[in-house]
């Protein structure tokens, strides 16, 4: 039997009864093997009204990038914009250049997600930037520069077979749609025949092969796309029924930065720029911003910070969520001196945290994102974060990035009781056999609670209710007991 600890307030009867039914609800045999931590306290005075387990180490998940994303505001501010460099090798001639390239710096916002979902508009700042220089013919390469993060590829403990997935996708300084191929999947236009599979973007340097088929009405439909491990080819199986609807999947590219430069050649050629050389990386070695041959011919801003985190939090982005963290790492005026862009972010992360008045032993967090299968924090941590970010100068910005139960990012079809619809604002966490939820619970008496919700190791396979509705129950009963 789980041993529930909860702090009760005194003369609040309603908060008894919400305790008891909270003891009995734990004690379900689903519960027995798992690890549940769970903390709540007002937001106003930080008065601790239930703990249990509350200073536990337990994986987050994606609630991590709370975390990741308090210290990206903190560090840069709301309005801020991140400027990625544009060069050329120039001639005697404007219109003529002997080589293109585009110096990372980390900016996410080059991608059709801050667009609309409008695939063409990724890459159009760099576009513009191109041909109001007045370029016209690239006699020479088109290079794609990926010098910004060093040694950060991917997140520590991130586990390989995520990488193929569009949650798993490479960091990089240069970043064009989240580095990642969406594939719609149509059946064929007869039986036996090939599906037809589209990319957006389309996906210039993976290789797809096509192994599914079209089978007649009432077979089953299945899907499965795969990539190896840094391959760029992808092969897609599987059977739809003819005349039934497409099915959607994703996949990671293995080399962001020959993508962002592939993607680059042919944009530009759309707009009527002869290339004559092949698009490239450069990878190692200094930056082409010190070889005085080059120029520069323009400097991308990027979305403005507080866009980029709503972006990242309401959906969960790891890429984004990982990529803030580097970006404060490499602001760090001592970033050179770590091995790599994490272990700066990671120590800014540890200073923030700190500061702020984070015990080290509740939070050891490895990476940005709550993909690693090792990060561990306390609620109570996750708690003091929220209370902090709530009283913070750049609260608004903050409050805003967080999906709102019932109504938007990975909140929208959760919470829809009419007591809590709107009245939850909160970043989720889920990957396997680990559920969490931390955020604001605004109560109808006016009171706003600050709560951090921990399921580890919990089995849905054998479980009648998903972690997900254990969590939301909770909620539920805590909005509404407590009126």
């Not at 719609?184 to 236009?189: A, H």
């Not at 004559?276 to 400097?299: D, F, H, N, Y």
């Not at 003091?384 to 990035?401: E, V």
């Amino acid at each position: 039997m789980l041993m529930l600890v909860l702090v009760l307030l005194p003369g609040q009867g309603n908060t008894s009864e919400f305790t008891e039914w909270l003891e009995l609800f734990l004690e379900q045999p689903r519960f027995e093997n798992a690890s549940v931590g769970i903390h709540v306290v007002k937001l106003k005075d930080g008065q601790e009204l239930f703990s249990h387990n509350s200073r536990k180490l337990l994986k987050p998940a994606s609630c991590a990038k709370l975390f990741s994303g308090a210290l990206f505001l903190h560090t840069f501010g709301p309005d801020h914009r991140f400027e990625t460099p544009v060069l050329a090798l120039k001639t005697g001639r404007t219109d003529l250049v002997r080589g293109l390239a585009v110096s990372g710096r980390g900016d996410v916002s080059m991608g059709a997600r801050f667009f609309d979902w409008d695939y063409s508009m990724g890459l159009e700042s760099v576009i513009r930037a191109v041909l109001d220089a007045g370029i016209r013919v690239i006699d020479g390469p088109i290079i794609g520069e990926d010098l910004y993060f060093v040694n950060s590829t991917f997140g520590t403990a991130w586990t390989w077979d995520d990488l193929q997935y569009y949650y798993g996708a490479p960091v990089s300084s240069l970043v064009n749609d989240d580095n990642v191929v969406d594939l719609t999947i149509r059946p064929g236009s007869s039986i036996g025949s090939p599906c037809e599979i589209v990319g957006q973007p389309a996906p210039l340097t993976l290789d797809l092969v096509n192994r599914t088929r079209t089978v007649d009405k009432g077979e089953p439909r299945r899907m499965d796309v795969s990539r190896d491990l840094n391959s760029s080819r992808v092969v897609i199986t599987g059977s739809l029924p003819v005349g039934e609807s497409a099915e959607t999947e994703a996949v990671s590219v293995p080399d962001p930065a020959q993508w962002f430069a592939a993607r680059l050649e042919s944009a530009l050629r759309a707009r009527g720029v002869e290339t004559r050389g092949k698009s490239t990386v450069r990878l190692q070695g200094p930056s082409l911003m010190t070889e005085p041959e080059w120029s520069e011919i323009a400097r991308v801003p990027s979305f403005p910070v507080h866009v980029m985190l709503e972006k990242m939090m309401k959906r969960s982005q790891n890429l984004y969520a990982h990529t803030f963290l580097l970006l404060a790492g490499r602001n760090r005026a001592d970033h050179d001196r770590f091995r790599s862009t994490q272990s700066a972010g990671l120590k800014a992360l540890e200073e923030f945290t700190g500061s702020i008045g984070i015990p080290a032993g509740e939070m050891q967090l490895d990476e940005g994102s709550g993909l690693s299968r090792s990060a561990l924090v306390s609620p109570a941590a996750i708690t003091r974060l929220l209370r902090h970010m709530h009283g913070h100068p750049h609260r608004d910005a903050f409050l805003a990035s967080l999906p709102v139960a019932g109504e938007d990012g990975t909140l929208r079809s959760r919470l829809r009781w009419p007591s809590t619809r709107g009245r939850i604002f909160a970043k989720t966490g889920s990957i396997n056999h680990v559920k969490c939820l931390s955020g604001f619970l605004h109560r109808p008496d006016g009171e706003i609670l600050v709560f951090s919700i921990m399921l580890n190791a919990y089995i849905e396979e054998l479980a009648p209710v998903s972690g997900k509705d254990s969590i939301d129950t909770i909620l539920k009963h805590l909005m509404e007991d407590g009126i």
